[in-house]
């Protein structure tokens, strides 16, 4: 792999743009700035464990309503929810999307522990940073693990748990293809140092079914949002910082055994990288015998954002 994609660098070095290419390219960087400027004008900075990172949020109408704390994976941050938020708000409920360190507009320091377990530590001590008591948590990606570690630690706090498209048995889960290079030295770095053309027609492979529905300056500024500050350094660590045990496990499986409150599954049923093997381990471990399947892949957020807040709104409304 490394050596075509050396070959493939070395073709789009060689080729010579034009005017208009120019021009168009130009056209698109405004577009990707004025994208993350609005992104980041809806939310706020916070500090965290001595780490300065975003939460984008959207209240109802009304000012006030059910907390929804809204968790991503890689390679995405807070940016992922932007279409769920308006749709939670639409349902009354109060939407809050974060960003964890090393991705979106939150810091990298070099000396953060970017493992599961650091995550989840972090996102303990944010939610105590933004004196959020309790809230309704839907976790996406590596989010879920992430977040689950969290909710297992903290039970009192949860009041329902949606997942999305997730992981749950790190014992058993190995890398497919698109996320495998990351987790190879040299590999990660040559895949970030290409063009972002490269990054997006990947994220929309894989990521969306319905590709009019993300313009390509939104998938340019997901890979500006990837690198920014550090060229994606702190993804790569996090992509090497799983922690695939079957004590990270059992330390799931057993917390979520114990659960009060309600879980639901909403699931991409196109998903390339997370696919039904393991939307059938989320549901014996949340015991969900009827998920909600979406006609997405695994950007569900980007491919049926109404559904998505639709389906999260099911659960939490009635419970406040």
């Known amino acids: 792999m490394r050596r075509w994609f050396r070959s493939w660098l070395k073709r789009r070095a060689s080729l010579r743009w034009d005017g208009n290419d120019l021009t168009v390219a130009r056209a698109i960087d405004r577009q990707v700035a004025e994208i993350i400027d609005i992104h980041s004008a809806a939310g706020r900075r916070f500090e965290a464990g001595g780490v300065r990172s975003f939460a984008r949020e959207q209240r109802p109408s009304g000012g006030e309503g059910p907390l929804v704390v809204l968790i991503h994976g890689v390679p995405t941050s807070s940016f992922l929810y932007r279409k769920v938020l308006p749709a939670l708000a639409d349902q009354g409920l109060h939407g809050l999307a974060l960003d964890f360190p090393g991705l979106g507009l939150a810091d990298r320091p070099p000396d953060f522990d970017y493992s599961w377990s650091g995550l989840a530590?972090?996102?303990?001590?944010a939610l105590d940073a933004m004196e959020i008591e309790r809230c309704h948590l839907v976790v996406h990606d590596i989010g879920g693990p992430i977040a689950c570690e969290w909710a297992v630690r903290n039970p009192e706090?949860?009041?329902?748990?949606?997942?999305?498209?997730?992981?749950?048995?790190?014992?058993?889960?190995?890398?497919?293809?698109?996320?495998a290079p990351f987790a190879v030295r040299g590999v990660g770095e040559l895949w970030l140092r290409g063009p972002r053309q490269l990054t997006a027609s990947l994220f929309k492979r894989t990521g969306i079914a319905k590709p009019s529905k993300v313009s390509t300056a939104e998938l340019y500024a997901y890979h500006a949002l990837l690198r920014r500050g550090d060229g994606g350094r702190a993804f790569l660590r996090i992509m090497r910082g799983f922690e695939l045990t079957e004590q990270k496990r059992r330390l799931l499986w057993d917390g979520l055994a114990g659960r009060t409150y309600p879980a639901r599954i909403v699931w991409g049923?196109?998903?390339?990288?997370?696919?039904?093997?393991?939307?059938?381990?989320?549901?014996?471990?949340?015991?969900?015998?009827?998920?909600?399947?979406?006609?997405?892949?695994?950007?569900l957020q980007e491919d049926h954002p109404e559904a998505v807040g639709q389906a999260i709104a099911d659960v939490v409304s009635p419970l406040g």
Request: hydrophobic share 45%; no cysteine; charged share 25%.
């Open 121 to 125: 530590r972090w996102l303990g001590q």
């Open 157 to 179: 706090r949860v009041v329902s748990l949606t997942a999305l498209n997730t992981l749950l048995d790190p014992a058993t889960f190995r890398r497919p293809w698109m996320m």
């Open 269 to 299: 049923e196109h998903d390339p990288v997370l696919g039904i093997e393991q939307l059938r381990i989320a549901q014996r471990v949340l015991r969900v015998d009827e998920p909600v399947l979406l006609p997405a892949k695994h950007f």
